[in-house]
């Protein structure tokens, strides 16, 4: 194939620009806000179910905490109105020695059930304690988020930007290279990494960075600039700087 020096060297301009837009790709994936956003949905996801699981402790002690209230609640009913029998005067000594028996097993309970009952609460206290806890660390996760969503965005549209004004270059670049060239290189692009066309330095092809035999350097040398050459190594368009 023939082009003029002029358009081989457009070809490598394009190289430039594509090389470019491809770093901008790469460096889109793998921002480093896309692993941290990874690594906090995997906290918040954790923070989250403790939560539930936390929620659901504290829903039980709450039923425990109203049971206890009511189980204390009945004792002492029953012990104000044995003390109201025993103080009316009204019962049979044998009626006020049952009654009597039966308030001193019903104190005992009413410290038995009490001490349950302070059990409970402190169970209750330490529950609420995680409770807020987590939800403090959700908040500052979810505020962590925001902040490095924020950043990942701005970084995103700042590569994006610059792909489209290289994109528009290169467009400009393209209507100035003839299209069998064009073609040529699309080919080799497509199959080659990205990379159509390198250029000869010194002996070396900077597309693979192989080293041209001296027999071909030799017949490069007799060969007319318009040729088009190609690296025998990886076939890549060879243009003479
Ligand atoms: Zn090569």
Redesign the pocket.
């Known amino acids: 194939m023939q082009a003029s020096p002029e358009q081989q060297s457009l070809i490598l301009e394009l190289q430039l620009i594509d090389n470019e837009i491809m770093q901008a790709n790469t460096k889109l994936k793998s921002l480093p806000e896309i692993e941290q956003l990874l690594h906090i949905d995997k906290r918040i996801t954790s923070a989250n179910d403790e939560l539930a699981t936390v929620k659901a402790e504290f829903d039980q002690i709450t039923l425990e905490l109203r049971r206890g209230e009511v189980d204390v609640e009945t004792v002492t009913d029953r012990i104000k109105k044995d003390e109201a029998r025993l103080s009316s005067g009204n019962a049979t000594p044998k009626e006020l020695e049952q009654t009597q028996h039966e308030v001193q097993t019903l104190k005992k309970r009413q410290i038995a059930l009490e001490e349950i009952e302070l059990e409970i609460m402190i169970r209750n206290d330490a529950i609420t304690a995680r409770q807020n806890t987590l939800a403090t660390d959700l908040a500052s996760l979810e505020k962590l988020k925001a902040e490095i969503n924020q950043r990942l965005t701005a970084a995103t549209g700042e590569i994006n930007s610059l792909v489209v004004t290289k994109k528009s270059a290169r467009e400009i670049l393209v209507s100035k290279i003839e299209k069998p060239l064009i073609d040529l290189y699309e080919k080799i692009r497509a199959s080659g990494g990205g990379i159509g066309a390198?250029a000869l330095v010194g002996n070396k092809?900077n597309?693979?960075n192989?080293a041209i035999n001296a027999v071909e350097v030799e017949r490069i040398k007799t060969l007319p600039k318009d040729e088009v050459l190609r690296?025998e190594?990886?076939r890549?368009i060879?243009v003479r700087i």
């Open positions: 390198s092809c597309g693979c192989l690296c190594e990886c890549r060879l």
